[in-house]
């Protein structure tokens, strides 16, 4: 029988490419089917064929016997050939060729290459079944939600950023309603009084010591509001303002007298008298501008000098007064 189309192109895969591919066409196909015949028939219809020596009458019955078995095997052969050769007529023939517009069936192209990417991308492999239709293109969609995954937790503040600038003042705004009115407060502390006056007296002599010494008083003649601390011998400044103060002891005879009277800590007047072979009334006074809690008293000197002051039961020789003459606006 005549070789299938199929099966010589199979043979020229396997032992690569013919010089001279048969093309597979009825003609071809016939000329190879009386070939194969004629070498069945054995050497005598082959010599027959070449043009050796024989009878006339053998050589016409041989022959007609042989268009015979041609007639016979083309008519065989005409049904199986009429399928192999419907797809050739409907498709057409295979090539090797590429068509040089259309891509290779086959090949993947990617949807972000450009339009002229094809130039530089190498030729691709050859194929042997080429369809005369483009074939779709295919390209891959992903959904993106499938891949997403669960919120994350909250993270952590960030740091605080710089301060800006401060922006322009703003318009002064309405009055608001007036409130309702609010609950009475606290009593509040007493009113302060705007008089301070003392005079104190000392029925006892005092003679100095080793230290200074504190002039204390026994005899109250004036001590509005209680300023004048009859124990410590000293007045407490309540009421800010100026202050008139005076001084008077009576001195002992052949003794100094050495007498301060003192602001706090600090030394304001003096009071002195020579040593004499008589006693005498001696006194000071001043004024000062005082502070609230300021305090004045009476200060001894103490024995590097023989300082005394006289007094007794019977009169009082030692005073020391005081008095606010005008109290400070503050």
């Known amino acids: 029988m005549c070789p299938k189309p199929g099966r010589e192109r199979e043979g020229e ?13 009825l003609p071809a196909l016939r000329s190879h089917c009386q070939a194969r015949a004629l070498k069945a028939m054995g ?3 082959g010599s027959a064929g070449r043009g050796q020596p024989a009878s006339r009458g ?45 891509p290779a069936p086959g090949t993947c192209r990617r949807c972000c290459d450009p339009p002229d990417s094809s130039a530089d991308a190498p030729p691709p492999p050859s194929s042997h079944h080429h369809l005369p239709y483009p074939m779709p293109e295919i390209r891959p969609y992903i959904n993106i939600t499938i891949l997403k995954g669960e919120k994350g937790d909250r993270g952590e503040p960030g740091m605080p950023g710089k301060w800006g600038k401060e922006g322009p003042r703003g318009e002064r705004g309405a009055q608001g309603q007036k409130g309702s009115k609010g609950q009475m407060g606290t009593a509040g502390d007493p009113c302060k009084h705007q008089y301070a006056a003392f005079s104190v007296g000392r029925r006892k002599a005092l003679h100095s010591s080793e230290g200074f010494q504190v002039l204390i008083f026994d005899t109250v003649f004036v001590n509005l509001y209680s300023h004048f601390d009859m124990f410590n011998g000293k007045f407490y400044c309540s009421v800010a303002g ?15 007298t050495y007498m301060h009277i003192m ?3 600090e030394e304001t007047v003096i009071l002195y008298a020579q040593p004499s072979d008589r006693s005498i009334m001696q006194s000071q006074s001043l004024m000062l501008d005082l502070q609230e809690n300021d305090e004045i008293w009476v200060r001894l000197y103490k024995r590097e000098r023989e300082n005394a002051i006289y007094s007794d039961d019977v009169d009082v020789y030692i005073t020391f007064s ?3 003459v005008k109290p400070s606006l503050d």
Do not use: Q
């Open 58 to 102: 053998a050589g016409e019955h041989s022959g007609e016997a042989l268009a015979s078995r041609v007639t016979m095997d083309i008519t065989y052969l005409r049904a199986p050939l009429a399928f192999l050769l419907l797809p050739l007529v409907v498709l057409g023939a295979p090539t090797d060729e590429l068509h040089l517009t259309e």
């Open 13 to 25: 895969e396997r032992g690569g490419s013919r010089s001279n591919p048969r093309p597979c066409t």
């Open 43 to 45: 050497p005598e219809a």
């Open 242 to 256: 100026l202050y008139y103060f005076s001084l008077n002891v009576h001195t002992w005879n052949f003794k100094e």
């Open 322 to 324: 005081g008095y606010l």
């Open 263 to 265: 602001r706090n800590e």
